[in-house]
Structure formats: structure tokens, C-alpha cells
Nanobody, 124 residues
């Protein structure tokens, strides 16, 4: 059965770093698209960065380019997101989601399996 689980959130000061992990249980890991989404307090969930595991195509939102990177470990069926130079605006609940073969489009409605979310708080 396909399932998603995130971990790695926490509290950091401005300028700090965090590494989020997204573990996928299920078969055919490299056929999926993986998305990282953020939901800030009082705001809608938005796509931050996404990767198509079949060809490695990635998408990064303008606010996180040059600060966030996506890495993968196929053997562990895990996708990581390294977040550097964090700022208070990065605060929110971060969700990992997957969908079969959707490219690197970072659109919430495309994804059909979601993790429970992990809280990231950046203090000023």
C-alpha cells in the first residue's frame, strides 16, 4: 500500500538549516513525482519544490531558489529537502506528497497521497 511519511521539522533561528525527509512505502519508487508543499498559518497550501523521479526534473518556487535543494536516495525510497538560509517567512507545516508520473508540476490538486506534515518554525 502506498504511503508517505515526513520527518525533520523543528525550530531554528533565521539563517539556520533543516533537512526534511520523505519516505515512500510502495513499489516503483522512480515512477513517481514528489512534491514538498508548505501551509503557513491562515494561508492556503502552496507548492515549494517538486521532483519527477523518472527523469530528475525539478521545480523550485522563486522564494526558495538557491536556498532549498532536493536530493534522493532510491535504495531508501527517500527524498530529502535541504533548506538553508531559513527566514521567518519559511515557517509553516511542510507536507510531502506523491503522484504517479506527473512531471515536476508543483500543483496541490495533482497529488493524491499526502503525508501528515511536519512543522518548521523559523524565529527572527
Amino acid at each position: 500500500q502506498l504511503a508517505v511519511a515526513e520527518s525533520g521539522g523543528g525550530l531554528v533561528h533565521t539563517g539556520g538549516s533543516l533537512r526534511l525527509s520523505c519516505v515512500i512505502s510502495g513499489d516503483a519508487f522512480d515512477t513517481y513525482s514528489i512534491g514538498w508543499f508548505r501551509q503557513a498559518p491562515g494561508k492556503e497550501r502552496e507548492g515549494v519544490s517538486c521532483i519527477d523521479l523518472s527523469d530528475g526534473e525539478t521545480y523550485y518556487g522563486d522564494a526558495v531558489k538557491d536556498r532549498f535543494t532536493i536530493e534522493r536516495d532510491n535504495a531508501k525510497k527517500t527524498v530529502y529537502r535541504q533548506m538553508n538560509s531559513l527566514v521567518p517567512e519559511d515557517t509553516g507545516v511542510y507536507y510531502c506528497a506523491i503522484v504517479l508520473a506527473a512531471g515536476a508540476q508543483c500543483v496541490v490538486d495533482l497529488f493524491d497521497h499526502w503525508g501528515q506534515g511536519t512543522q518548521v518554525t523559523v524565529s527572527s
